[in-house]
């Protein structure tokens, strides 16, 4: 198989993510969800005489956000009764997809993610949507690591979002409010050129991932730069082990130690490649080429980047109170 062609239509979301030569996590969005928030989506349906404006404002179409929809024939052939759809000279909602050119995965070493809106948004309500992607990569190359099948890992990453959906609703905390419920939660994972893990492990205990930046020298060159690691805080409690699969259903935030009812969701087509998480270059910090010196005391100056760490881990648990700046070595 030498491509993927990008054919969307749809809320979810799809990564591609290929191992570098160095051993990151390059991640490719493809495509973006057909919403009243895609730029794209709201000009053309400008080009059809609605107002892209009042359209964003309103959100929801008919109760969906999608500008796209297979189905919904009430929305597609009787639009002008709707009164935000009522001007298009066309039908504005339509069911064909948006195609791209396609990614190439000759000699590629990686995965390919495909994941509801619910498993999304469950993450973007714990965490906000900052660095969503670079969490949900991090989660899936941890768990093919150490998994022997793709539907354990595949669920695991389930297991850990639900965690922490469930935790930042119990914590009372910033994000409390926006995890009172969530949707169903899907998780497909194909993978190119990997080899599983020996041995199958239970689902990993969820925890929120933490980027810190680490230096390393790359054996092609002399100089140095860092690399974001994952250091993953594990969730309070214990984590039941629920069935192998890679969904669960829609419903309100369980209470711990609650198993999900789930069905399969998961795929292991293609051999399969390691890859371990990084995040994304904007993250990364530069150093030097030249070696820390000990001081009189025989130490080095600390060079590990803490920053992001600290930022995230005072924002969790500063009970609204702004102490993140005040984290740090003491």
């Known amino acids: 198989l030498c491509h993927t062609h990008d054919i969307i239509q749809r809320t979810n979301r799809a990564l591609l993510c290929k191992t570098t030569s160095d051993g990151q996590n390059q991640v490719i969005q493809i495509g973006r969800a057909h919403t009243t928030d895609n730029d794209d989506e709201l000009s053309r349906l400008a080009q059809l005489g609605l107002d892209p404006v009042r359209l964003r404002q309103t959100g929801l179409i008919s109760g969906q956000s999608s500008t796209r ?48 809106e619910g498993l999304i948004k469950a993450l973007e309500s714990a965490h906000g949507p900052e660095q969503v992607n670079q969490e949900i990569v991090a989660m899936v190359a941890a768990e093919l690591a150490q998994q022997s099948s793709l539907e354990a890992a595949a669920q695991s990453v389930v297991e850990r979002v639900k965690r922490l959906h469930h935790d930042a609703y119990v914590s009372g905390r910033q994000r409390a409010p926006h995890c009172g419920r969530h949707e169903d939660m899907t998780l497909l994972i194909r ?39 994952s250091l993953v805080m594990p969730a309070q409690g214990t984590l039941t082990n629920g069935s192998n699969t ?35 270059g904007s993250l990364f910090r530069q150093r030097g080429s030249q070696a820390a010196q000990p001081d009189e005391t025989g130490r080095v100056p600390p060079y590990v980047d803490f920053t992001q760490f600290y930022r995230l881990w005072g924002s969790d648990h500063s009970e609204g109170q702004g102490l993140s700046g005040d984290l740090g070595p003491q």
């Open 246 to 280: 890679a969904s669960t259903l829609e419903g309100d935030t369980p209470t711990a130690g609650q198993s999900p009812t789930a069905t399969l969701q998961s795929t292991n087509t293609h051999t399969q490649s390691s890859s371990s998480s990084s995040g994304d």
């Open 191 to 229: 993978v190119v050129n990997y080899t599983l893990a020996d041995g199958s492990l239970t689902p990993t205990q969820g925890g929120r991932i933490y980027p810190v930046s680490v230096p390393y020298s790359n054996h092609q060159s002399t100089s140095k730069t860092s690399v974001m690691l």
């Open 69 to 116: 929809r297979i189905g919904d024939y009430k929305v597609k052939f009787y639009h002008t009764d709707i009164d935000v759809l009522s001007a298009a000279k066309q039908k504005p909602i339509i069911s064909e997809p948006e195609i791209h050119g396609g990614q190439s995965l000759e000699g590629v070493t990686g995965f390919l993610l495909l994941m509801s």
